[in-house]
């Protein structure tokens, strides 16, 4: 099942179960460095991922191809008491005018994309919508993490869902792989890391996640001002 239809079948499911972002402080560590301005969160599904970043330091926008997932987002954002600018839109092609905005996070979202040629597009059009050094958190799935180490690169995965099982694929990425497509689209890599809850960071590529800090640091050439 394509990503947008087996979110929409299990918006209020995914709401109840992930209602807290599992970054919460990579994320708020990033709010208290990035200088704040306009912030867009590619994927944001319900919203759990605004709830760690500073509300009154950005102005939060969200966009996800599930519409259903969007109105659990507004949900969560009135609980809350927040009030980010919710797009429907794929990330493969986003409807932003270049260098539009200050920062972005993109979390366990890019993996979705099952084409290398599709995820380096949507990473270069991240790019191509932050402002000059504008950074950016992007997370994935790690292909080396315990779980999946004698997986296919592409996975399936099952939700069950009022008793039926509802399934979905997912790219698994490496490191190297990730910080490749990184640089193919542009990006300068600041750092490549585990997640903080991760129990031998010196070691980090058999982490669950893959997460890339990584700085816009040439504008576009045919940028609107």
Request: proline share 4%; with cysteine.
């Given at each position: 099942?394509?990503?947008?239809m087996f979110y929409d079948e299990i918006a209020d499911s995914w709401y109840n179960i992930r209602h807290w972002s599992i970054f919460q402080e990579e994320l708020g560590e990033l709010s208290q460095q990035w200088d704040g301005g306009k912030l867009l969160n590619i994927g944001c599904a319900h919203g759990s991922d605004f709830l760690p970043l500073d509300?009154?330091?950005f102005s939060l926008y969200g966009i996800d191809v599930s519409t259903e997932l969007l109105k659990k987002a507004k949900d969560f954002s009135?609980?809350?008491?927040f009030n980010p600018n919710l797009i429907a839109g794929d990330m493969r092609n986003l409807p932003f005018k270049n260098e539009s905005?200050?920062?972005?996070?993109?979390?366990?979202?890019?993996?979705?994309?099952?084409e290398r040629k599709e995820r380096v597009g949507a990473l270069e059009e991240m790019r191509r919508i932050l402002k000059k050094d504008g950074e950016a958190l992007i997370t994935v799935w790690n292909k080396r993490q315990k779980e999946f180490m004698l997986e296919n690169k592409i996975i399936e995965k099952k939700w069950n869902y009022k008793g039926r099982d509802l399934k979905r694929k997912y790219y698994l990425y490496t490191y190297r792989e990730l910080e490749k497509d990184l640089n193919e689209a542009g990006f300068k890599i600041l750092e490549t890391f585990p997640e903080k809850t991760y129990k031998v960071p010196v070691i980090k590529e058999f982490s669950e996640n893959i997460l890339a800090l990584v700085k816009?640091?040439?504008p576009n050439s045919d940028a609107i001002k």
């Open positions: 099942m394509e990503p947008r509300r009154k330091k009135s609980k809350f008491n905005f200050d920062n972005l996070i993109c979390i366990a979202s890019l993996h979705h994309v099952l816009k640091t040439h």
